[in-house]
């Protein structure tokens, strides 16, 4: 026998019963995002390597440790997506759909990062990405926010908090992370491997470290906060009491830095307690400098991308269950005739609207009967050689142990749908 071959590391096959609670969240997900008027848009998995260089951050873990690239053949180096957003701002630019307009609109599938995988952190999973364009106030920040809320309100998803930070615009930045890398320096011996790698590369990412050790140097820090520009502090201020006026309960987070590097101002991150060390379901914040860095007009640009495995999960925790809605009917055959009228039967249900299954693969009725329940179908139709000579159907009820009936071919239709509305 020849070596099986398994799936790929960190990357999931979703098997029917699971996929069947994804679509209940897809589907509240793109309801949520209709009453809000975002669009869909869809854009490819592959990009150049540069574009997320470019717009992540070439220092940030994603792009400096995660990426799938590779050359194609003809040696331009590409890069599966880790995440959506800046695909989304090339394709603005590119189509023009940007500037001096604003735009909502949103995205979804696969991204994939070279992460060590443990539950909730794949190398191929899912998000649902919201992006606002062409709008600088808090309020669409806020409306983002709400958007989310109502979402995990549908899914009836409890246990998620919000916590808020700014990291002001670039230049106040700038300044911060001098005094920090000056504080951080004068503490080099308490610095853990990746803190001390991330000094030179990415200082702010050392606040955002989980080591234990390092929590009372991370406490003691300068905060970016007191070195936020006015106008970046007008901006959450204004954004705080749109939530407040809105009831969305949040915390200051003034260690919330993210991962990537594209952020100006507001930043945001839906997080629990219900799943362990990957606790963040959801994370996003204003980008207003990005579209500019990617070759564009200046625009402002505000999004969240949630990750469908943790909402998922999530969801199942609290008791979603497959639904899916499989064949109300099953055809058992007995005999070449009837194996070939079973077949015209089954279209002529399903032209009506019946979801049927006709036996394939022979058997015989005890086992076909056998199958039928299996598939969860309320009526077994039986058609054998007596039946197909006088053009009736025997129907069995499945779930009732009433008598059989035998009923025309001609009204077997009509009779069904009745039986099943
Ligand atoms: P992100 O924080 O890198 O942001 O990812 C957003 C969410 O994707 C995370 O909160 C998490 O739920 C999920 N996620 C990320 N990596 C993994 C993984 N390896 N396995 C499973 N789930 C994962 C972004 O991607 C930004 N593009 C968000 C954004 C949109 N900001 C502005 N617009």
């Known amino acids: 026998m020849s070596k099986f071959i398994q799936a790929v590391r960190g990357m999931n096959d979703l098997l029917p019963d699971v996929v069947s609670v994804w679509q209940q969240v897809e589907t509240a997900a793109r309801a949520v995002f209709e009453a809000y008027g975002y669009r869909e848009i869809r854009v490819p998995l592959l990009e150049k390597t540069e574009l997320f260089a470019r717009s992540i951050g070439e220092f940030t873990d994603i792009v400096a440790k995660e990426m799938y690239t590779f050359q194609d053949r003809s040696g331009d180096s590409l890069t599966l ?58 309020d669409i920040d806020a409306e983002i926010v709400l958007l989310g809320n109502r979402l995990w309100r549908m899914l009836d998803v409890q246990g998620l908090q919000l916590e808020i930070n700014s990291l002001g615009m670039p230049d106040s930045r700038a300044g911060y992370r001098k005094e920090l890398v000056e504080y951080f ?22 606040l955002d470290s989980k080591n234990p050790q390092m929590q009372k140097l991370i406490a003691d820090a300068p905060s970016l906060f007191d070195h936020l520009d006015e106008a970046s502090s007008e901006h959450f201020m204004g954004f705080k009491e749109q939530l407040d006026r809105a009831g969305i309960a949040y915390v200051v987070s003034k260690r919330l830095v993210r991962g990537l590097d594209y952020y100006t101002r507001t930043v945001f991150e ?152």
């Open 270 to 421: 839906w997080t629990t307690e219900r799943l362990g060390a990957q606790a963040t379901v959801c994370g996003g914040g204003r980008y207003d400098k990005l579209v500019e860095q990617l070759g564009g007009k200046p625009t402002p640009a505000i999004g969240f991308a949630l990750g469908l495995e943790r909402l998922v999960e999530m969801v199942i925790q609290q008791g979603a269950r497959a639904e899916a809605e499989g064949p109300s009917v099953y055809i058992a055959v007995l005999g070449s005739q009837a194996e070939r009228a079973g077949m015209k039967l089954a279209e002529h249900l399903r032209d009506k609207g019946i979801r049927a299954l006709c036996n394939c693969g022979g058997g015989n009725l005890k086992s076909q009967l056998r199958r039928a329940d299996k598939a969860g179908v309320r009526f077994a139709l039986l058609l054998g050689e007596e039946e197909t000579r006088q053009d009736i159907v025997t129907v069995k009820d499945l779930r009732q142990d009433s008598e059989q009936r035998q009923v025309p071919q001609a009204e077997i239709s009509s009779y069904l749908q009745q039986q099943l509305a």
């Open 81 to 138: 997506r880790p995440e959506a957003t800046a695909s989304i701002v090339r394709a603005g630019i590119e189509h023009g759909f940007l500037h001096n307009q604003t735009q909502r609109l949103w995205s979804g599938g696969p991204m994939f990062r070279y992460e060590r995988p443990q539950k909730g952190r794949y190398r191929q999973f899912h998000q649902f990405d919201v992006e606002a364009f062409g709008m600088p106030g808090p």
């Open 185 to 206: 320096q004068s503490h080099r011996d308490q610095l853990d491997e990746d803190s001390l790698r991330r000094l030179k590369s990415n200082p702010l990412r050392i």
